[in-house]
């Protein structure tokens, strides 16, 4: 018996790359980008580089194998000229990621994000309503419905994963710049933000690639 595979899509982008700082144990990585990085990104690891979107069948064939794969891939608004990039590419990364594992017979996690939920109040879980309140949230909610509806079609295991900030990855303590304020309520309190460590964020997503069965999400 080999060591299991995973693919992981978008490998090159921040989580992807807390993934190679923390890799995951008992569990082989294939890397995807869509072309060469420079620097340490590059170093180690099994990269294959190719465009899930032009190249469908390469994709397939990186997934054959695999338990598993794991689609990070996406724009990210805000970063450079992803602030006006097509958030419909989380829409059609997310298909292709679909197709890949119904290709290969393996289940497929989707990257989604707590932006889903829009400015709601309050614990939310699963069965919370969906308010998303930007482009970039409600491409990730239409990505998590059609790619369940593409998922069950094709006899494919689909979970989406709604990440929410990640210490030192989101604006506050990621990227706080002169200029910034806190919302402040009446009491002299402020909005309560949830985190998770960008350690324990690897070693969940390595945790949920080797569960044989998921929910949606």
Known sequence: ???????????????????????????????????????????????????????????????????????????????????????????????????????????????SSAAVYGAQGGLLDEAAPLQPANAYGAAKAEMERRCAALGAELGVPVCALRIGNIAGLDAILGGWREGFVLDRFADGSSPRRSYIEVQALAQVLAALLVQPVLPRR
């Open 1 to 111: 018996m080999g060591i299991p595979a995973a693919v992981v899509l978008g490998a090159t982008g921040r989580i992807g790359q807390l993934m190679q700082l923390a890799p995951p144990k008992g569990l082989h990585l294939r890397l995807q980008a869509r072309r060469p990085q420079d620097g340490p990104v590059q170093a180690g690891g099994d990269w294959h580089i190719l465009d899930p979107l032009a190249d469908p069948q390469a994709l397939a064939r990186l997934a054959e194998g695999a338990e598993a794969l794991l689609c990070l891939a996406g724009p990210v608004p805000g970063r450079g000229l992803a602030g006006a990039a097509d958030m419909d590419d989380h829409i059609r990364l997310g298909e292709a990621a679909v197709r890949a594992g119904a290709a290969a017979g393996c289940r497929v996690l989707l990257a």
